[in-house]
């Protein structure tokens, strides 16, 4: 089986072919196509949903050959470009003008239907402007090949992303999932089974990193380089010294919601409490900016802080859960952590748990996890399938705000 995925969920733009072997249970990537915004968002310290539209309606078609030349096709004369039908992409302005002009181009490989079995979307949860330009290419280029499509969850992709790794996944299974749009607990029973056990109340942990950092002068997204910062810090100076260093300071922040006896999380305070201690020590030391000292020990200390709150948060999940899990999968964006996986690894050690996580290329966003996701609902028969022309087709939306739970 064959699957050619399209994300475009936020600011990453991607397309991979992915091949399932039911014989050996193993995945296949034979095309990854991946185009970062970061660039252009960097400017403005987080993602601008119409600027992200515009970014993928542009990156699509390029991803798209560049991933078609690694597959093979059936050479046919039936696609020409007086019958091919633009209607889906007469919303997407970028999106229509870059597919025309590959077009004039009479060898595309557009022209030509992949050896591929279906299409896969990302069509939720997401900022719905950049949802539209990869659920529109999707029906555009079903309707062209006569492919059937599959509507497909981020999240449900993100949890999928492990299997890359690790081809089996037995349940029941607890999942962490912290990116800069999410930070859940999922109870999962089986493929398709999900149950949020707990999610944050305001900001995700990635939308945190990327907050701070900005409050502290890093610049977009923060996570790497407050983690960058927080492990030099670690590597140079001993535990001790460091406390020491804050103690003179004054530098300690809260643990949200750490005691609480529920697996509900929250970092928006710890997020105004970096704004106060900053614009404290600014008022004290009669600075306009931050030494770099004091910026890598508020890194440090934000970074301790957000690993015993998800510490914490998994001892209750895994003691207030009558199922004994065996296996934590924790994904999403901020798995990229190193400091936070090597906790999480040795809490998995001590509590018996395998821990299953994406190797580092498919932690943050990308198309493969999506065509995996698409792999596992059509083996657990959960998907829909879904046939061009017909009414679920035509009238399929994204749903920005499509929970696990509603799968
Ligand atoms: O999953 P992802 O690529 O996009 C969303 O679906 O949100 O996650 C992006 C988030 C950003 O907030 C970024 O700052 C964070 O992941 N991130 C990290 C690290 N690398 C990326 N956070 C902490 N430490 C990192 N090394
Ligand atoms: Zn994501």
Same mark, same amino acid.
């Given at each position: 089986?064959?699957?050619?995925?399209?994300?475009?969920?936020?600011?990453?733009?991607?397309?991979?072919? $992915?091949?399932?072997?039911?014989?050996?249970?193993?995945?296949?990537?034979?095309?990854?196509?991946?185009?970062?915004?970061?660039?252009?968002?960097?400017?403005?310290?987080? $993602?601008?949903?119409?600027?992200?539209?515009?970014?993928?309606?542009?990156?699509?078609?390029?991803?798209?050959?560049?991933?078609?030349?690694?597959?093979?096709?059936?050479?046919?004369?039936?696609?020409?470009?007086?019958?091919?039908?633009?209607?889906?992409?007469?919303?997407?302005?970028?999106?229509?003008?870059?597919?025309?002009?590959?077009?004039?181009?009479?060898?595309?490989?557009?022209?030509?239907?992949?050896?591929?079995?279906?299409?896969?979307?990302?069509?939720?949860?997401?900022?719905?402007?950049?949802?539209?330009?990869?659920?529109?290419?999707?029906?555009?280029?079903?309707?062209?090949?006569?492919?059937?499509?599959?509507?497909?969850?981020?999240?449900?992709?993100?949890?999928?992303? $492990?299997?890359?790794?690790?081809?089996?996944?037995?349940?029941?299974?607890?999942?962490?999932?912290?990116?800069?749009?999410?930070?859940?607990?999922?109870?999962?029973?089986?493929?398709?089974?999900?149950?949020?056990?707990?999610?944050?109340?305001?900001?995700?942990?990635?939308?945190?990193?990327?907050?701070?950092?900005?409050?502290?002068?890093?610049?977009?997204?923060?996570?790497?380089?407050?983690?960058?910062?927080?492990?030099?810090?670690?590597?140079?100076?001993?535990?001790?010294?460091?406390?020491?260093?804050?103690?003179?300071?004054?530098?300690?922040?809260?643990?949200?919601?750490?005691?609480?006896?529920?697996?509900?999380?929250?970092?928006?305070?710890?997020?105004?409490?970096?704004?106060?201690?900053?614009?404290?020590?600014?008022?004290?030391?009669?600075?306009?900016?931050?030494?770099?000292?004091?910026?890598?020990?508020?890194?440090?200390?934000?970074?301790?802080?957000?690993?015993?709150?998800?510490?914490?948060?998994?001892?209750?999940?895994?003691?207030?859960?009558?199922?004994?899990?065996?296996?934590?999968?924790?994904?999403?964006?901020?798995?990229?952590?190193?400091?936070?996986?090597?906790?999480?690894?040795?809490?998995?050690?001590?509590?018996?748990?395998?821990?299953?996580?994406?190797?580092?290329?498919?932690?943050?966003?990308?198309? $493969?996890?999506?065509?995996?996701?698409?792999?596992?609902?059509?083996?657990?028969?959960?998907?829909?399938?879904?046939?061009?022309?017909?009414?679920?087709?035509?009238?399929?939306?994204?749903?920005?705000?499509?929970?696990?739970?509603?799968?």
């Amino acid at each position: 089986m064959r699957i050619l995925s399209i994300e475009t969920s936020c600011d990453e733009t991607g397309i991979s072919i $992915v091949e399932y072997d039911k014989n050996t249970n193993k995945y296949k990537i034979l095309a990854d196509s991946l185009n970062s915004q970061i660039d252009i968002h960097k400017e403005f310290g987080g $993602v601008f949903p119409m600027m992200a539209k515009r970014e993928h309606g542009n990156n699509l078609t390029d991803l798209l050959t560049s991933c078609l030349h690694k597959v093979s096709s059936s050479d046919t004369s039936s696609i020409n470009k007086e019958n091919i039908n633009f209607d889906f992409l007469s919303r997407e302005k970028e999106l229509e003008e870059k597919v025309k002009v590959e077009l004039d181009n009479k060898d595309s490989l557009l022209y030509k239907i992949p050896d591929i079995d279906y299409v896969a979307v990302t069509r939720g949860p997401g900022l719905e402007p950049a949802l539209w330009v990869g659920l529109s290419f999707a029906k555009f280029l079903c309707t062209l090949w006569q492919k059937p499509m599959l509507g497909i969850n981020h999240m449900e992709g993100h949890i999928s992303s $492990v299997l890359m790794e690790s081809n089996v996944v037995n349940f029941p299974t607890l999942a962490l999932l912290i990116s800069g749009g999410h930070t859940e607990l999922v109870d999962i029973e089986n493929w398709g089974k999900y149950n949020i056990i707990g999610k944050t109340r305001d900001d995700a942990i990635g939308e945190a990193y990327d907050k701070v950092a900005r409050i502290l002068g890093l610049s977009y997204p923060g996570g790497p380089l407050i983690a960058g910062r927080a492990k030099k810090l670690r590597e140079m100076v001993s535990d001790k010294e460091i406390q020491k260093k804050k103690d003179s300071f004054s530098i300690k922040l809260p643990r949200p919601m750490m005691k609480t006896n529920d697996m509900d999380l929250s970092f928006s305070g710890l997020k105004t409490a970096v704004l106060y201690l900053a614009r404290d020590l600014k008022k004290n030391i009669n600075t306009e900016t931050l030494s770099d000292e004091i910026v890598d020990l508020i890194c440090h200390e934000f970074e301790n802080s957000v690993m015993e709150v998800i510490i914490s948060k998994l001892n209750f999940a895994n003691r207030a859960n009558e199922r004994k899990y065996k296996n934590l999968i924790v994904a999403g964006g901020v798995i990229a952590n190193e400091f936070l996986k090597e906790h999480i690894n040795m809490w998995c050690e001590d509590n018996n748990l395998h821990f299953l996580k994406p190797d580092k290329s498919l932690a943050t966003d990308n198309a $493969v996890m999506i065509a995996l996701a698409a792999i596992v609902g059509l083996n657990n028969n959960y998907i829909d399938i879904v046939t061009p022309g017909s009414d679920d087709f035509i009238n399929m939306i994204p749903d920005g705000g499509w929970s696990l739970g509603n799968i």
